[in-house]
C-alpha cells in the first residue's frame, strides 16, 4: 500500500473518530442520567445506554490513534523535538483513555452486577483508590502537556490550517482541566476538539487525494 494511501486512511480514521466523539459527548449528557454522576456512578452504568454509549467512545479512541500517527507523518520533518515529543505524550494519554474505556465497557457493568460491589461506585471508593487518583492525574498531564506541543507543531506547520489546530488545543484543554469539576464545559471542549480533529482529517484526506 502506497504511504499516501495510508494517510488517506489516517485522515478518514481521525474524521470518524471526531464523529463518534461528538456523538459520544451528546449521548452521554442527553442519555445517561448524569446528575448521578458524583452521587451514585452506578446508575450511570445500570443504564440501558450506558453500553453502547462508551463502546462508541472506544472506537472514536482507537480510530483517533491511527489517525494523529498519520498526521504527525505530515508533520515530522518540521516538527521538531518539541512535536515529536507531543506527539508520544498524545499517544500515551490516548493509550491510557482507551485502556480505562476498556474497562468502562467490559468489566464495569460486570462489577455493578455483583451487589456487594457497587459499593465501589456508590462510595467513591474506586476512584478514589491512590493508584487510580495516580492513573488519572498521568493520564490528564500528559493529555495537556501532549497537546500543547503537538499544536505547537500544527499551528506552525504549513500542512495544516492554523485553526484546525487552535480549536484542537482549546478544546483538549478545555476537556482537560474542566473534566474534574464542570461535566458542561468539559462536554464543551469534547466538541471543540472534535471541530479540530475534523478539520485535521478532512485535509489529511483531500491533501493525499490530490
Known amino acids: 500500500m502506497k504511504f499516501s494511501s495510508l494517510q488517506k486512511l489516517g485522515g478518514i480514521a481521525i474524521v470518524a473518530g471526531s464523529v463518534l466523539f461528538a456523538l459520544w459527548a451528546v449521548c452521554w449528557t442527553t442519555m445517561l442520567p448524569v446528575e448521578s454522576r458524583y452521587k451514585d456512578f452506578s446508575v450511570m452504568i445500570l443504564s440501558p445506554n450506558w453500553l453502547w454509549i462508551s463502546s462508541v467512545s472506544l472506537f472514536g479512541l482507537v480510530l483517533m490513534i491511527f489517525g494523529f500517527t498519520a498526521i504527525y507523518s505530515r508533520l515530522y520533518k518540521d ?5 515529536l515529543m507531543g506527539y508520544v505524550l498524545i499517544m500515551v494519554a490516548y493509550i491510557l483513555q482507551a485502556a ?31 493508584l487510580i487518583v495516580l492513573y488519572r492525574n498521568v493520564l490528564h498531564i500528559t ?43 468539559e462536554i464543551l471542549g469534547v466538541l471543540i476538539f472534535s471541530a479540530g480533529c475534523f478539520i485535521l482529517g478532512r485535509t489529511m484526506f483531500s491533501e493525499s487525494s490530490k
Do not use: H, Q
Open 79 to 83: 516538527a521538531g523535538i518539541s512535536g
Open 100 to 130: 480505562e474505556v476498556t474497562w468502562e465497557v467490559f468489566v464495569y457493568p460486570a462489577v455493578v452486577s455483583y451487589a456487594p460491589a457497587v459499593d465501589l461506585f456508590k462510595n467513591r471508593l474506586l476512584w478514589d483508590y491512590p
Open 143 to 185: 493529555i495537556f502537556l501532549g497537546v500543547i506541543l503537538f499544536c505547537k507543531a500544527l499551528i506552525k506547520s504549513k500542512e495544516f490550517p492554523k485553526m484546525a489546530g487552535i480549536l484542537f488545543l482549546v478544546g483538549a484543554v478545555t476537556y482537560a482541566v474542566c473534566s474534574s469539576f464542570n461535566m458542561y464545559l
